[in-house]
C-alpha cells in the first residue's frame, strides 16, 4: 500500500515534505500569517502536501482495519480487534469507505475492495437492522460507488438493500419504523425521530431514478411529507415521535442529533432532484430555526434548544454534531451565518483541542455525558463548504488545525480511535466506519484540486457519498 502511495506524483519527496508539514502543524498562528500573505503558488502547494499527508493517514487506518478486521463491520483500533453491528457482518467500513477509495485515487484498492464487497456482501440476513444507518453507510456507498465506476453489481445490491429496508414504511402513518428484519421485513420500534425519518430521500429517491421504480421515491417523499405536516404552529419540529399515532413524544427542538440530518436533506433533497415542494420545506423551516434556535451571547454565535411549540429556550447546549449545520447555510446562500457559525464551533473544537460531543455553550463547560469525541466529521465537512463557496484560506488553516489534532490525540499504531474524554485524552476502543466514509474523505476533499469533486454535479449525502445528477 505505501509503495501505491509512493508511486504517486511526487515519490519519496513526499516523505520529506509530511516530516516538514507535522512540524508546522502545531504552529497555528504562525502559519495563518505565512498563508495571508503567501502567493496563491504557497497556497496550492501546500494544499496538495496536506492532501497527501491525509491520503497517508487514510492508508495508516485503511491498514489497520484490513489487517484486523478484514471481513467484518468495525476495527477495535486499541484491542486491534474486530466488532460486528449485528450477528453477521455487513461490511460496514469496507463499504463505507468504497467511494472515498476511488476518490483518492487509490484504485487498485478500489478495485480489490469492490469485488470483495460483490463476492461477500448478502442482504439475506435474518437480522433486524437501523434503517437510517444502514440506508447512509450502506445504500447511498453502494450507490454513489455504482456512479462512480459503473459497475452494475453494485446497483444490484443496492436494489436488493433498497427492497428489503421498504416494509419500514408500512406504518399507519408512512414514516418509517426504526428497525427491519432483511429476510422477514417484520418491523419494530415505533418511536423514531426526525433524522430517521427524513434522512431517506436521497438515497431511495436516486435508487428510483437508477432502477426507473419511483416506489423508493415516493415512499421516503411521503414519510418526509408526513413528518413536515406534523411540525408545530411556529414550524419547528421535536426530537421524537411515534410513526404509529403521529403523536409527538418528545417536543425538544434544535439542529442536533436526532433532528440534524431531516433539515440537510430538504435542502439537498431540492438540490439533486429539483423537488420544489422539499424547497418549499426547507424555507418554511429555515425561517423558524433562524428566528427560535438562533442565539447570540458572549461566547459566539450559536443554535440552541427551544420548546417547539411555545419556542421557549430549553437549554444552550450545541455539540459536534451540529457543526454540520454552517455547510447547510452557507449551501443555501447563507454565508454570513455559516461563517459566524462556523467560528463558534472551530472555538468549541480548541477548547480542548478535539470537540466534545455536547457542550453549554453558556459555560462553555461541557455538558455532564457529552465529553467524548466519536471521530465525527461535521466540522471538517462545514470547513469544506465553507472553503469551497468562500475560498478564504482560513478554512483550510481550520482543517489542517483539525488534521494536526486527530493525528496527535486519536491515532494509534494501527488506525484511529476515538476518544472517551476530551479533557483527558483518554482513548476508547472504537473506530465508526464514517471515519473512512467522512472525516478523513472530508479532510482530503478540502485539501485536494477542486476538480476532485465537482460539487455542481453532485450532492454529497449526510455520509458523505457524492450522488450525481444524471437523470
Ligand atoms: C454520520 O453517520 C452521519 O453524518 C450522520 O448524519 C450523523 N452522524 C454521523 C457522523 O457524526
Not at 428566528?291 to 451571547?297: F, H, I, K, V
Not at 457529552?370 to 463548504?385: D, K, M, N, Q, T
Request: net charge negative.
Amino acid at each position: 500500500m505505501l509503495v501505491e502511495l509512493l508511486h504517486r506524483k511526487h515519490g519519496a519527496a513526499i516523505l520529506l515534505t509530511l516530516a516538514i508539514i507535522f512540524s508546522q502543524l502545531h504552529c497555528q498562528e504562525a502559519a495563518v500569517d505565512k498563508n495571508a500573505k503567501g502567493t496563491h503558488g504557497d497556497l496550492a502547494e501546500e494544499k496538495a502536501q496536506l492532501a497527501e499527508t491525509v491520503r497517508s493517514e487514510y492508508l495508516h487506518a485503511w491498514n489497520g482495519y484490513k489487517r484486523y478486521a478484514w471481513g467484518s463491520d468495525d476495527l477495535k483500533p486499541l484491542s486491534k480487534t474486530a466488532s460486528n453491528w449485528h450477528e453477521e457482518p455487513l461490511l460496514m467500513s469496507a463499504v463505507d469507505a468504497l467511494d472515498g477509495l476511488v476518490l483518492m485515487g487509490f484504485e487498485k484498492e478500489a478495485e480489490r475492495t469492490r469485488e470483495f464487497v460483490i463476492d461477500n456482501l448478502s442482504f439475506d440476513k435474518d437480522i433486524f437492522v437501523k434503517n437510517f444507518e444502514i440506508n447512509i453507510r450502506l445504500l447511498g456507498s453502494l450507490i454513489s460507488c455504482y456512479q462512480l465506476t459503473n459497475d452494475s453489481r453494485l446497483l444490484d445490491l443496492a436494489e436488493d438493500l433498497g427492497t428489503r429496508l421498504l416494509p419500514v414504511f408500512d406504518s399507519p402513518t408512512g414514516m418509517p419504523y426504526t428497525y427491519v428484519n432483511l429476510k422477514t421485513g417484520e418491523v419494530r420500534a415505533p418511536i423514531t425521530n426526525p433524522a430517521e425519518i427524513g434522512t431517506l430521500i436521497l438515497e431511495f429517491g436516486a435508487l428510483s431514478k437508477l432502477t426507473d421504480k419511483p416506489v423508493f421515491y415516493d415512499k421516503a417523499k411521503r414519510a418526509l411529507v408526513e413528518l413536515y405536516e406534523r411540525r408545530s404552529a411556529i414550524d419547528l419540529v421535536g426530537q421524537a415521535i411515534n410513526v404509529e399515532t403521529g403523536a409527538w413524544v418528545d417536543s425538544i427542538s434544535h439542529v442536533s442529533g436526532r433532528i440534524d440530518s431531516y433539515y440537510e436533506y430538504l435542502l439537498k433533497g431540492w438540490l439533486l432532484f429539483e423537488d420544489t415542494d422539499l424547497k418549499e420545506m426547507w424555507d418554511t423551516h429555515r425561517a423558524a430555526i433562524n428566528r427560535y434556535l438562533e442565539m447570540e451571547t458572549e461566547t459566539g454565535f450559536w443554535y440552541g434548544w427551544v420548546d417547539m411549540v411555545t419556542g421557549e429556550r430549553a437549554a444552550t447546549y450545541f455539540g459536534a454534531l451540529d457543526a454540520f449545520f454552517p455547510a447547510v447555510l452557507v449551501s443555501a446562500g447563507d454565508r454570513e451565518r455559516a461563517e459566524k457559525l462556523q467560528a463558534s464551533c472551530f472555538a468549541m473544537w480548541n477548547l480542548h483541542g478535539l470537540e466534545p460531543e455536547l457542550l453549554d455553550f453558556s459555560t462553555m463547560e461541557i455538558v455532564p455525558g457529552g465529553a467524548a469525541y466519536h471521530l465525527r466529521p461535521e466540522i471538517i465537512e462545514s470547513a469544506y463548504y465553507l472553503y469551497h463557496h468562500t475560498k478564504d484560506p482560513k478554512y483550510l488553516e481550520m482543517g489542517k488545525k483539525i488534521l494536526g489534532d486527530l493525528i496527535t490525540y486519536c491515532k494509534t499504531d494501527v488506525a484511529y480511535a476515538a476518544i472517551k474524554d476530551v479533557r483527558t485524552m483518554e482513548k476508547m476502543d472504537a473506530m465508526e466506519s464514517f471515519l473512512f466514509g467522512e472525516t478523513l474523505k472530508y479532510l482530503y476533499l478540502l485539501f485536494a484540486d477542486e476538480e476532485t469533486l465537482d460539487l455542481d454535479e453532485v450532492v454529497l449525502t449526510t455520509e458523505a457519498h457524492p450522488l450525481r445528477k444524471i437523470w
